[in-house]
């Protein structure tokens, strides 16, 4: 841990000395001091994001930029078209007024009172500031849901989402349950490959998982990507891990019911597991809600683009529309924020048993 | 997992009802096909029925392509299907690995594989160091008696959750040459900084930007680890007038070593591997300044003109070696840890 040096430590005691009858530390000033870092460095970006998302394309290009976003008042004026744009000017005599300006000539602008618009004048540039008010630029977020295949890619996402966790979750728990519930010969190598997988991540195999991929047919379908990572290591381990703590008896009396496998499986040992299968569900959206490198490879058209894919290329254009992809990364940050905020408990005490991500 | 119990009932209730309906669903349809085939095979051959769909899904995606990946590795030419391919033999690892000296990528004859290597371990270097450092401090501080506990974890915390892709464009905006970190630099009387076209600076985001989105998983598993203490331990030293510091360096420090340890292995095995944020965020440039391993094998494979698929397994087998070895590491570090 970093250390202030001993006077600092020497000045703070002597600050501190009469707060209270427990000694303050260093360490606490440390501690505090730290935590207030922390909130701005890690809250302050998202921050930003977020207020920027809601400026407007020429907002955006101010520098430097206002913290809200704040729109110039845009005017109607007797006897012009289109709506214009205000500012303050400082006149000749000293005096400001609010002026509209028509347009814009080199160093020199047209300007004209709106109050009285037979009235005109020629203004140095200089001598003017734009008039601004708090504006939320709602068109950044509805734009590209209209004009682009935005819509598109969310619903490429969910899809994604949604059917590749309810295939993790039907084949991960059925194989938990065969190595848990049953004795058999070779259940250990089973289980030994099952953890073996773990070492071999996609980026090891891209190349080959591409042929497969293209062989089945499936290169530029969705099916690309759900399918290969179905069946996670992970998650057969986590829910076994589970379900090798449901008593023994239970499964016996069943058997005794004539029930069938396939009954206790899902009529008594699914619902006894249901908090591990509800953190791989969770675990499994943001996996895939997340997922990038692999969706990049094998989907290499606009239709098929998750919002990830989408994302990554719209901000790899030549002309970056940064209000709409900020906009857009808004919305692609909305639904992690909201599993963080309802299940954040189920999501840190999964990772800190299991040591996955 | 077990000791959820501290959990709210009614947010896990709804959670649980949330997530396990529509699995439920699937499984009534499913009950009719499945005692078919129990009377089949009898109840003995049911697990390997249960087990069945996973292996398969293993088998497909996981071990095929893995053998798939070392007879692409001894092929040449562009084709995709194997049987198109010319078998060309150790030809792939010889052109991957001919360099006069090692320490140096441009006289290697594929510098752009060595430069991705060479970048990766400059990157791995700095970020696992000081990933572990402020994970640290972090867990340390977050293992104190503070007001709001939970609220700081989850503030350090969220960035795991955001994606690559969302994480690299928040960071890029503020990073442009016109963003607010350069405003605020002008505002204090320097020159703007193009953080983007100097190497140095690129990189140093790239390590940047990867700790402030990673370091949250691993505070976690740090702060599980320091929670694990015993606390008469802690009590016995305050009794005796153990200062602070010495109460780190002989208590929290040892009995901490060796989640640390496992924390490190950990970030070393991500790390390696490297690629989503960085790639958003710097495109791998300038140049090849931030361009590592995994973009080598993405470019190599799939982005190139002419996609050399034969180069690319190649590659990805190095970097498999590589993994494997820390893989194993990590069941040593991890096994010595468990077991006390």
């Known amino acids: 841990m970093a250390d202030p040096g001993v006077e600092t430590k020497n000045l703070v005691s002597i600050i501190l000395a009469r707060r209270g009858r427990k000694k303050w530390h260093w360490t606490d000033i440390f501690s505090y001091t730290y935590l207030a870092l922390g909130i701005f460095l890690m809250f302050g970006p998202v921050l930003w994001l977020g207020m920027s998302s809601f400026k407007t394309r020429a907002g955006l290009l101010e520098f430097p930029p206002t913290f809200f976003p704040l729109g110039q008042i845009e005017l109607q004026v007797e006897g012009y078209e289109k709506p214009l744009l205000l500012f303050d000017v400082k006149m000749d005599d000293g005096s400001t007024r609010q002026l509209a300006q028509i347009r814009r000539i080199g160093i020199v602008s047209q300007m004209v009172d709106p109050k009285n618009p037979g009235e005109k004048f020629k203004i140095p540039i200089d001598q003017r500031t734009k008039v601004r008010e708090f504006r939320m630029a709602w068109e950044n977020y509805r734009d590209p849901l209209e004009r682009f295949n935005f819509l598109l890619f969310l619903k490429n996402s969910v899809v994604v989402t949604v059917v590749a966790t309810l295939v993790t979750l039907l084949i991960n728990s059925m194989a938990a349950y065969g190595l848990s519930i049953y004795e058999f010969r070779g259940r250990n190598a089973i289980m030994l490959f099952v953890i073996g997988t773990l070492m071999i991540p996609i ?3 891209m190349v080959p998982v591409y042929l497969v991929v293209t062989n089945l047919g499936m290169v530029n379908s969705l099916w690309a990507v759900i399918l290969p990572g179905a069946a996670t290591p992970t998650g057969v381990f986590l829910l076994r891990q589970y379900m090798l703590t449901i008593p023994k008896e239970l499964i016996e009396a069943a058997r005794m019911d004539n029930a069938s496998e396939w009954t206790i499986f899902s009529k008594v040992v699914l619902p006894l597991a249901m908090p591990a299968i509800a953190v791989l569900a969770i675990f499994s959206v943001m996996w895939r809600w997340n997922e990038f490198l692999w969706p990049l490879i094998v989907l290499n058209r606009t239709e098929v683009y998750t919002l990830q894919v989408g994302l990554n290329a719209f901000q790899g254009e030549l002309d970056v529309q940064w209000h709409y992809i ?3 990364t808004v919305v692609t940050l909305i639904p992690v924020a909201l599993v963080f905020a309802f299940l ?7 990772i800190a048993s299991s040591g996955m991500k | 997992m077990t000791k959820n119990t501290d ?11 949330i997530a396990g309906w529509p699995v439920q669903q699937v499984f009534r349809l499913l009950e009719y096909p499945f005692s078919k085939i129990q009377r089949g095979v009898g109840v003995q051959g049911m697990p390997w029925i249960f087990l069945l769909p996973n292996l398969i899904f293993f088998g497909i995606f996981v071990i095929i392509p893995l053998f798939i990946n070392f007879a692409f590795s001894f092929t040449g030419g562009t084709e995709l299907f194997l049987s198109n391919r010319v078998y060309t033999g150790t030809e792939q690892y010889r052109f991957l690995l001919d360099c ?8 290697c004859r594929e510098d752009r594989f060595w430069k991705g290597l060479y970048n990766t371990f400059i990157f791995v270097f700095f970020q696992v160091s000081f990933l572990v450092l402020f994970s640290l401090i972090t867990a340390l501080i977050l293992n104190r008696e503070i007001r709001g506990r939970g609220f700081f974890r989850a503030v350090f915390f969220f960035p795991v959750l955001l994606s690559p892709v969302v994480v690299a464009l928040i960071w890029k905006w503020i990073l442009l040459r016109d963003g607010i970190l350069n405003a605020f630099l002008v505002s204090i009387g320097m020159d703007k900084i193009l953080f983007f076209v100097s190497p140095e600076w690129a990189m140093f985001w790239a390590v940047f930007v990867s700790i402030w989105a990673h370091m949250g998983f691993y505070t976690l598993i740090l702060l599980a680890g320091l929670q694990a203490i015993q606390p008469d331990l802690y009590e016995a030293a305050e009794m005796d007038g153990t200062s602070k510091e010495r109460v780190f360096w002989r208590i929290t420090l040892p009995l901490l070593w060796p989640n640390l340890l496992v924390v490190v292995v950990l970030a070393l095995i991500k790390g390696v591997q490297v690629f989503d944020e960085v790639f958003v965020l710097t495109g791998g440039g300038p140049g090849t300044a931030t361009q590592f391993i995994v973009q080598y094998i993405y470019n190599t494979g799939f982005t190139e003109q002419v996609q050399n ?3 690319a397994s190649a590659a990805s087998i190095v970097l498999g070696v590589i993994l494997f070895v820390l893989t194993m590491l990590q069941l040593a570090v991890t096994r010595a840890r468990d077991n006390g």
């Not at chain 1, 954040?344 to 999964?350: C, L, M, R, Y």
């Not at chain 2, 959990?7 to 009802?17: H, L």
């Not at chain 2, 006069?100 to 006289?107: L, N, R, S, Y």
């Open chain 2, 7 to 17: 959990q709210p009932a009614a947010v896990k209730n709804t959670a649980v009802s």
């Open chain 2, 100 to 107: 006069k000296t090692f320490g140096d990528p441009i006289t």
């Open chain 2, 309 to 311: 698929f034969g180069l």
């Open chain 1, 344 to 350: 954040q408990k189920f999501i840190t005490t999964g």
């Open chain 1, 326 to 328: 900020l906009a857009m």
């Open chain 1, 203 to 205: 980026t090891v195999i």
